[in-house]
């Protein structure tokens, strides 16, 4: 199977760190994406992953660990804009979880 | 205009009418891909297509229909659709369908089934 999992909902206040995580089971693994998106807009990429370990992108940071079909988002020093959606997707068969609806708070 | 265009932007069509949703690319991508999003739900994939080539179908009902003319162009016939089929229809384009590029959304074209 190709299921991807991530929490529904999450909230966090400005300035602190949040980490969003993401399962999926590993058959056909290629790497796993990262999409943003924002109410009523299209997602935008924000990272990629395929081999193991962390990639770092300013503020973003995404996480890989592939013996154990496990991602993370890392968002640090949040922002009122950071709320949005986050969607974490298998690159194989692009399938998409179901995205996290991140609400940062003042 | 450069990446990915949707329209139209919003739809709202009875269950016996044809309407069709279009999308064009300015990036060059040879793969393209029609995605439904419904509230609480994953992005769902529909259609793949490669250099113009259909490589993947969903089990996508057939009153939806897609078209790809060339590598910039996709479309989405709609006909006779359901309620249930409202949603928010995403399409997409990246490099190639190898799964190591990003893809690059549209806006959507969110519709409304009467």
């Known amino acids: 199977g190709q299921n991807i999992d991530q929490p529904t909902e999450m909230t966090a206040t400005e300035g602190a760190i949040v980490q969003i995580n993401c399962t999926y089971q590993?058959?056909?693994?290629?790497?796993l994406f990262w999409y943003q998106q924002h109410a009523g807009e299209a997602p935008t990429f924000l990272s990629y992953n395929v081999l193991d370990g962390l990639e770092e992108k300013g503020r973003f940071s995404s996480f890989l660990s592939r013996s154990k079909g496990y991602s993370y988002l890392l968002l640090k020093e949040l922002q009122m804009k950071d709320s949005a959606s986050y969607l974490c997707?298998?690159?194989?068969?692009?399938?998409f979880g179901t995205g996290t609806r991140l609400q940062v708070f003042p | 205009e450069t990446g990915v265009t949707q329209t139209p932007r919003h739809l709202v069509m009875g269950m016996t009418n044809k309407k069709s949703l279009k999308c064009e690319q300015h990036?060059?991508?040879?793969?393209m891909y029609w995605y439904k999003q419904s509230a609480k739900k994953p992005l769902e994939l529909m259609f793949v297509?490669?250099?113009?080539?259909?490589?993947e179908n969903n089990s996508v009902p057939s009153r939806f229909s897609p078209e790809c003319p060339n590598s910039s162009h996709l479309f989405l016939h709609l006909h006779t659709l359901q309620p249930e089929d409202s949603a928010l229809y995403l399409c997409?384009?990246?490099?190639?369908?190898?799964?190591?590029?990003?893809?690059?959304f549209g806006e959507g074209s969110r519709l409304t089934v009467l």
């Open positions: 297509y490669s250099l113009e080539e259909r490589v």
């Open positions: 990036l060059g991508h040879n793969a």
């Open positions: 997409a384009s990246s490099q190639d369908r190898q799964g190591t590029g990003e893809l690059f």
């Open positions: 997707a298998h690159t194989d068969k692009l399938i």
């Open positions: 590993t058959s056909g693994f290629n790497g």
